[in-house]
């Protein structure tokens, strides 16, 4: 029981950035299939993806911020932190952005599962490995870094 305790100590930044990431994934995937649901394919991938991420990014700030990286910065601090942290976020966004236009519009990959095109979903799956990657490392070095 010591051991796991320790593993978790040492490795708790890591391990909670991958548990809220994972939420903030399914949140992303709980949107887009409402919006495909609501307003069709086009508009979750185009439009509707837009407005996922930035809900997405918000979400993710608060996470990060407070159970990940335990961010205690306050006035100019904390608010240079948030503009950066939506900065780096707005530029993962474009990337998940252009990967779902690629992949939907473009190439228009589809998937039948049960009777369902899930190809945008398949298409969000290779997006969200890109972006948590990508998210980790800008704020792992450049937002939250230990001073």
Avoid at 6 to 19: D, H, I, V
Wanted: proline residues 1%; positive net charge; glycine residues 6%.
């Amino acid at each position: 029981m010591q051991k796991i305790k320790l593993f978790f100590t040492k490795y708790y930044e890591a391990l909670s950035y991958l548990f809220f990431g994972g939420l903030a994934t399914l949140l992303n995937f709980a949107i887009l299939l409402v919006l495909q649901a609501a307003a069709g394919r086009e508009f979750a991938a185009g439009a509707g993806n837009v407005l996922n991420n930035a809900l997405c990014i918000l979400f993710a700030y608060w996470t990060n911020r407070t159970f990940v990286f335990k961010s205690k910065n306050h006035g100019k601090a904390a608010w240079s932190e948030f503009v950066q942290f939506v900065s780096c976020r707005i530029a993962t966004a474009v990337a998940d952005q252009i990967i779902m236009w690629l992949g939907v519009t473009v190439l228009g990959v589809t998937l039948w599962l049960f009777g369902k095109d899930c190809g945008p979903l398949l298409v969000k799956l290779v997006a969200q490995v890109v972006v948590i990657v990508s998210n980790y490392v800008f704020s792992k070095l450049f937002i939250f870094k230990k001073k």
